[in-house]
């Protein structure tokens, strides 16, 4: 019992998750250091807490979650208990002083920066934007970015790699694998990874809701990442879907193609998968036992799920009820989600997630309910073409033309959407809150990835075929 208590302290040990860093090239930067070098562009500061002005001086939020206000234009760093203080450049304190009465003051709480007003500021880049126009021109010559630790990259490709590790569980990669995969490679085994994804996610989601276990404790960690800042941290979501979505792929096609390379997709998948669990330890979001947790949490559902995976399609894509368990299932979960102790970006992450699925089966049920679709007379396994140069070709025209039509339907969307809505609601559109309220954000969400996931399958592959450039067996992956 000893033994395995001491593993368990090991995994949620963030002394653990700091050392990876150190070793894989992140290195704190001392005091001294960072104020000798705060002007250096290399010198970065994760984004934990906000450096600002307040009357003339700079603002430190290193103390215990509370807001230090500095005086005679002096930095203090709080969190290294030090009395060491740097004089600011006279001009760059004057041009300060003069813009007092136009800075927001800002201040840090349970962990996120949070205005007075009680926006919440989840970015360097909004706290930077947040700051008027004099006060921008005052620290042109000197940056301060957020963070509770000044910290380094010394080592670049670590830093790429384990970049692109985490992006391959966010945002922009679902949008360009979903689109790839509909458009280039196999309709059946993309609306079954959709849907595996959705349930994955939904139910992990509301577990680290539930659990409200938090993230790895900054220091000793440096955190590289703001988008999910305020969320919980077990189980990791990344590691949820990059268990699921690489391993699901390896299992749906190694039998429906000929002379499949099982090995090179075996390799694929553990890749895959490994990459981005250290990802999120390097990145300082996860301790290693969030990854372990969301790893195993993936494998259990993919165990409960994927037996029923070809009656669940079926019923969705043929069915003539389906529709209206398609647009109302995610509104009820989304609605019976955990309750939030306060605001982060789980639910309308969640109900995103939820919607792209809905679309994708919406726009699919289209298809066969008009007759577009028809099972193939060839049954599977298929042979493998896509290392042709034609449809190598294709696929990277296939590609660029719907990523246009989506992206701009998306932004175009995005802004009528919240438009409508504020208007409907009688709501401030410029207000950094408005996007927070329920009444906003689940519609918002779910009407943007909902209409987008469907142009995908429905819209652009019509837009392929009258350009001539489909792909002959999409309407036959039934």
């Keep these: ?64 979650g509370k807001a230090t206000p500095v005086s005679n234009g002096e930095i203090h760093n709080s969190y290294y208990q030090c009395t060491k203080s740097v004089q600011l450049d006279s001009e760059h304190l004057q041009n300060m002083a ?44 000197c940056i301060i970015r957020t963070g509770t630790i000044p910290y380094r990259v010394e080592n670049n490709f670590l830093y790429y790699v384990f970049s692109f590790g985490a992006g391959l569980g966010n945002g922009i990669f679902y949008i360009l694998f979903y689109s790839f995969s509909y458009w280039n490679i196999d309709a059946v085994i993309t609306r079954k990874i959709c849907l595996l994804w959705a349930i994955c996610m939904y139910f992990g989601q509301a577990t680290k809701d539930i659990l409200r276990v938090p993230r790895p404790k900054s220091p000793p960690v440096v955190r590289l990442e703001t988008r999910y800042e305020l969320e919980y941290g077990m189980p990791s979501t990344h590691a949820i879907c990059g268990t699921a979505i690489p391993f699901s792929l390896l299992i749906f096609t190694v039998e429906r193609y000929q002379e499949y390379p099982l090995v090179l997709g075996v390799v694929v998948a ?129 590609l660029v033309v719907g990523l246009v039509q989506s992206v701009a339907g998306l932004y175009f969307l995005k802004f009528v959407t919240y438009a409508a809505l504020c208007y409907i609601f009688k709501l401030d559109s410029k207000d950094p809150k408005t996007k927070q309220k329920l009444i906003v954000e689940l519609p918002y969400k779910y009407i943007t990835n909902f209409v987008v996931s469907f142009n995908t399958v429905y819209t652009t592959p019509l837009t392929f075929c009258l350009l001539g450039i489909q792909r002959l067996s999409y309407y036959s992956e039934i």
């Design 1 to 64: 019992m000893s033994y395995f208590a001491e593993l368990l302290n090991y995994t949620l040990d963030p002394d653990v998750v700091a050392k990876f860093q150190q070793a894989c090239g992140l290195k704190v930067v001392t005091e001294s250091e960072y104020l000798e070098n705060s002007c250096s562009e290399r010198v970065t500061v994760s984004e934990d807490v906000t450096h600002q002005c307040s009357n003339g001086h700079v603002l430190n939020d290193y103390s215990n």
């Design 270 to 398: 553990c890749t895959w998968c490994l990459l981005v669990c250290l990802s999120r330890i390097y990145l300082g979001m996860h301790n290693i036992l969030d990854v372990l947790v969301g790893v195993v949490f993936a494998v259990v559902m993919m165990f409960l799920i994927m037996p029923y995976l070809d009656v669940m399609d079926r019923f969705l894509l043929t069915n003539p009820m389906a529709p209206f368990f398609i647009l109302s299932a995610p509104v009820i979960i989304t609605f019976v989600y955990p309750k939030l102790d306060t605001w982060s970006t789980a639910r309308g992450d969640t109900t995103g997630i939820v919607s792209i699925c809905a679309g994708c089966y919406f726009g699919s049920w289209l298809n066969y309910a008009q007759g577009f679709m028809s099972p193939s007379d060839i049954l599977p396994p298929y042979p493998l073409t896509y290392l042709q140069v034609e449809v190598i070709v294709y696929s990277f025209i296939r």
């Design 98 to 141: 003069n813009t007092e009465t136009e800075v927001t003051r800002l201040k840090h709480r349970n962990g996120f920066v949070q205005h007075e007003n009680g926006s919440v500021i989840t970015s360097p880049l909004d706290v930077r934007d947040s700051l008027p126009a004099k006060v921008k021109a005052a620290r042109k010559a």
